[in-house]
Structure formats: structure tokens, C-alpha cells
């Protein structure tokens, strides 16, 4: 009888050994699978995460898993509250900068408005660098060109003096004044400028190599153009006025006034006269001047600053 009991106490042990080997291999089995399985659920949640963060509005697949886990107006407010803090708190400069580039296209009024919502870069990351101390107070913004009906004005004189397309030469004058508020410039200059470069023709070019509205040298400022597809591009009147507006502000800034600038910038930096070349540009910014004033006097001022040379 002792030896029955004996042999059946020693079975169920054997049993019960045996269960919990099978259990201790099981739970050894499923421990990698167990990971293998929450790997993939973390994946999977990031995926949806970001399916909803990016959502690219195919509304397919995923994407539309992804929405109708989570609306597009909590993923907007995530953005705006969240994300896009931490956004431009990385990025402090460039949306800076973006700001500015913006805040300045919506404050200018323009006489045909869709030339600012051309896709074009700005170089106001180059025109910025150059401190506004160093720029004769001729060569700033007298903000006569900030009236739509001043730009009218002086799009009606030029259309008439070189007998231009009136569409076109408005998109010039709108172009020019967009552009000057950009580089922080007197738009005045730069349309003078233009009238005696070009007579606002874009396809013109000089045999020293000087292209396009403001007649910038494609050999020489290379790089600048390479910011918009290279010097092909010259010919385009929203490339061509920004890059020549950044070289003549820095042009003035270097030279250390209005008249010098334009001197080093019609090439005769090193010589004793330029030929006349800033009298002529003094003289028609001085008519155009004359052209946006309600009255001509001897002398001009506006904000206490003197508008002639």
C-alpha cells in the first residue's frame, strides 16, 4: 500500500515538474515573440502618428485610417500649438526672416497686384546684411511710389517716352516698387536706373555683357544668379531688378553715397569721371519725382529729408 502511495506521489510530482517545464519553455517561446509583437503595435502607432501629423490629402489607405482616427482639426491644433513652436524655436533666423519677406509684401500696394504672387526668391538675405547707416538717405524710400496712383503716373510717362505696352510697363513700375520695399531701396532710384540702363527694354544687351532691365554683368555676378537658375534667367524682369537693386545698394553702401554708387556701378570705379552716367539717372529720378509731387518747387523735401541731390 506504502509503495502505491509512494509511486503515485512520486507520478503527480513528475506531473507537476513536467507542467511547469512546459510552462517555462512556453514563456521563454513567447518572450521574443512578445517583443517582436509590441515592436511592431510602437511602429505601427508611430506610423498612424505621423500618417495624421503629415496627412497629404490623398485620402486613400492609410491616410484615410489615419483621419478617421483622428480629425484633420485636432491635427491642425497639434501643429499650431505644438509642433510648429517647437518648429521655430529650431529655426529662429529663417522664420524670422520669412516673416519679414512676408510682412513686406503685404504692406506695399501695387499698381498690377499678381506680380506679388509670383514664386520668386527674394534676396532680401543679401540686401538685409548691408546696414541701412551706411546707405545715403537719397537712395531710401521717399514713399512717393507707395501711392497706386503714383505708380500709374510714372507707368504712363515711361509708356509714352519709349511707346511701351501699357500692361507690361505697369508690371515693371509694380514689379520694381514690390522689389524696392524687399531690398529696402528708393523704387524712384531703381526706375530711374532702368530708364537709362535699358529704356526698360529686358532683352537688352551691352557688348561688355551687361544684360537684361538694369543691364547687371552675368560674367561678374554669377553667383547671385545661380540663386534663380543661373544667368539665363537674366532676362526675366523679376530676377533681373532683384539682382541689380542688391548690387546697387551695396554699391552705395561701399561707395558712401548715391553718386558714388552709381559710379562704381556703371563700371568706372577707378576712373576720374563715369561720364556723365549719375547725372543722367539724378536727372530722370528728379523727374519722376517731379511727376509724383501734387506741386514742383525749387526744392523738395518729404519727412525733412531732401529729395535731390
Given at each position: 500500500?506504502?509503495?502505491?502511495?509512494?509511486?503515485?506521489?512520486?507520478?503527480?510530482?513528475?506531473?507537476?515538474?513536467?507542467?511547469?517545464?512546459?510552462?517555462?519553455?512556453?514563456?521563454?517561446?513567447?518572450?521574443?515573440?512578445?517583443?517582436v509583437m509590441n515592436g511592431l503595435l510602437a511602429v505601427s502607432v508611430f506610423m498612424i502618428v505621423g500618417l495624421w501629423l503629415s496627412g497629404?490629402?490623398?485620402?486613400?489607405?492609410?491616410?484615410?485610417?489615419?483621419?478617421?482616427?483622428?480629425?484633420?482639426?485636432?491635427?491642425?491644433?497639434?501643429?499650431?500649438?505644438?509642433?510648429?513652436?517647437?518648429?521655430?524655436?529650431?529655426?529662429?533666423?529663417?522664420?524670422?526672416?520669412?516673416?519679414?519677406?512676408?510682412?513686406?509684401?503685404?504692406?506695399?500696394?501695387?499698381?498690377?497686384?499678381?506680380?506679388?504672387?509670383?514664386?520668386?526668391?527674394?534676396?532680401?538675405?543679401?540686401?538685409?546684411?548691408?546696414?541701412?547707416?551706411?546707405?545715403?538717405?537719397?537712395?531710401?524710400?521717399?514713399?512717393?511710389?507707395?501711392?497706386?496712383?503714383?505708380?500709374?503716373?510714372?507707368?504712363?510717362?515711361?509708356?509714352?517716352?519709349?511707346?511701351?505696352?501699357?500692361?507690361?510697363?505697369?508690371?515693371?513700375?509694380?514689379?520694381?516698387?514690390?522689389?524696392?520695399?524687399?531690398?529696402?531701396?528708393?523704387?524712384?532710384?531703381?526706375?530711374?536706373?532702368?530708364?537709362?540702363?535699358?529704356?526698360?527694354?529686358?532683352?537688352?544687351?551691352?557688348?561688355?555683357?551687361?544684360?537684361?532691365?538694369?543691364?547687371?554683368?552675368?560674367?561678374?555676378?554669377?553667383?547671385?544668379?545661380?540663386?534663380?537658375?543661373?544667368?539665363?534667367?537674366?532676362?526675366?524682369?523679376?530676377?533681373?531688378?532683384?539682382?541689380?537693386?542688391?548690387?546697387?545698394?551695396?554699391?552705395?553702401?561701399?561707395?558712401?553715397?548715391?553718386?558714388?554708387?552709381?559710379?562704381?556701378?556703371?563700371?568706372?570705379?577707378?576712373?576720374?569721371?563715369?561720364?556723365?552716367?549719375?547725372?543722367?539717372?539724378?536727372?530722370?529720378?528728379?523727374?519722376?519725382?517731379?511727376?509724383?509731387?501734387?506741386?514742383?518747387?525749387?526744392?523738395?523735401?518729404?519727412?525733412?529729408?531732401?529729395?535731390?541731390?
Amino acid at each position: 500500500m506504502s509503495q502505491c502511495l509512494s509511486v503515485n506521489t512520486s507520478q503527480a510530482r513528475n506531473a507537476q515538474f513536467s507542467k511547469l517545464s512546459m510552462k517555462t519553455l512556453w514563456m521563454q517561446a513567447w518572450t521574443p515573440i512578445n517583443r517582436v509583437m509590441n515592436g511592431l503595435l510602437a511602429v505601427s502607432v508611430f506610423m498612424i502618428v505621423g500618417l495624421w501629423l503629415s496627412g497629404n490629402g490623398t485620402q486613400a489607405g492609410a491616410f484615410d485610417f489615419a483621419r478617421v482616427l483622428f480629425p484633420d482639426e485636432a491635427r491642425q491644433l497639434v501643429w499650431k500649438d505644438g509642433f510648429d513652436v517647437l518648429n521655430q524655436a529650431s529655426e529662429p533666423a529663417n522664420a524670422l526672416q520669412q516673416g519679414l519677406n512676408s510682412a513686406k509684401k503685404q504692406t506695399v500696394a501695387l499698381l498690377v497686384p499678381s506680380v506679388a504672387h509670383a514664386q520668386v526668391r527674394p534676396i532680401s538675405h543679401l540686401a538685409d546684411r548691408i546696414p541701412t547707416s551706411k546707405i545715403d538717405p537719397l537712395a531710401l524710400d521717399s514713399e512717393l511710389m507707395a501711392s497706386v496712383e503714383n505708380q500709374r503716373t510714372v507707368a504712363e510717362f515711361f509708356e509714352k517716352k519709349y511707346k511701351l505696352d501699357r500692361k507690361q510697363i505697369q508690371e515693371y513700375v509694380s514689379n520694381t516698387v514690390l522689389i524696392a520695399k524687399e531690398v529696402n531701396i528708393d523704387p524712384i532710384l531703381l526706375l530711374a536706373v532702368i530708364s537709362v540702363e535699358s529704356n526698360f527694354n529686358p532683352h537688352s544687351k551691352s557688348h561688355a555683357g551687361a544684360e537684361g532691365l538694369m543691364q547687371v554683368m552675368t560674367a561678374v555676378h554669377g553667383d547671385k544668379y545661380a540663386l534663380y537658375g543661373g544667368p539665363t534667367e537674366a532676362v526675366k524682369p523679376e530676377v533681373n531688378i532683384r539682382v541689380g537693386a542688391y548690387i546697387l545698394k551695396h554699391l552705395i553702401a561701399t561707395g558712401g553715397s548715391l553718386r558714388n554708387g552709381l559710379k562704381y556701378y556703371v563700371g568706372a570705379a577707378n576712373a576720374e569721371h563715369d561720364g556723365g552716367y549719375a547725372d543722367k539717372v539724378m536727372a530722370e529720378r528728379n523727374q519722376l519725382i517731379n511727376l509724383c509731387l501734387a506741386a514742383s518747387a525749387n526744392k523738395f523735401t518729404l519727412n525733412g529729408k531732401n529729395l535731390r541731390s
